[in-house]
Nanobody
Framework: QVQLVESGGGLVQAGGSLRLSCAASGRTFSSYTLGWFRQAPGKEREFVAGISWSGGNTYYADSVKGRFTISRDNAKNTVYLQMNSLKPEDTAVYAC?????????????????WGQGTQVTVSS
């Protein structure tokens, strides 16, 4: 079992940056594949970025490729999402998710553990 707590959300102007963090409990963090998802009002939840349990593989949604970077620090049991060049359409609640081993999946149903989420609002 792992518990996830996100932080780092907030209000930022278009073109600005934010770094989200997701702190995990548990002693086996390094064995979990992690993902970031987001959900805007009236829209379905969508995959943003993912990182394999080894950190060797990352995957991004086309909409954020080149602007967002996912990374992990297993010593701190934390996964990060660095978001640059933010756009109003990036406004959403961002949540991290985890699954034991496996690939980086884009389907939310492949992840077993979820955080509560953190709000990101980008003003134009």
């Amino acid at each position: 079992q792992v518990q996830l707590v996100e932080s780092g959300g907030g209000l930022v102007q278009a073109g600005g940056s934010l770094r989200l963090s997701c702190a995990a409990s548990g002693r086996t963090f390094s064995s979990y594949t992690l993902g970031w998802f987001r959900q805007a009002p009236g829209k379905e939840r969508e995959f943003v970025a993912g990182i394999s349990w080894s950190g060797g593989n990352t995957y991004y949604a086309d909409s954020v490729k080149g602007r967002f970077t996912i990374s992990r620090d297993n010593a701190k049991n934390t996964v990060y999402l660095q978001m640059n060049s933010l756009k109003p359409e990036d406004t959403a609640v961002y949540a991290c998710a985890a699954r034991r081993h496996g690939y980086v999946y884009v389907a939310a149903t492949e992840y077993y553990y979820w955080g509560q989420g953190t709000q990101v609002t980008v003003s134009s």
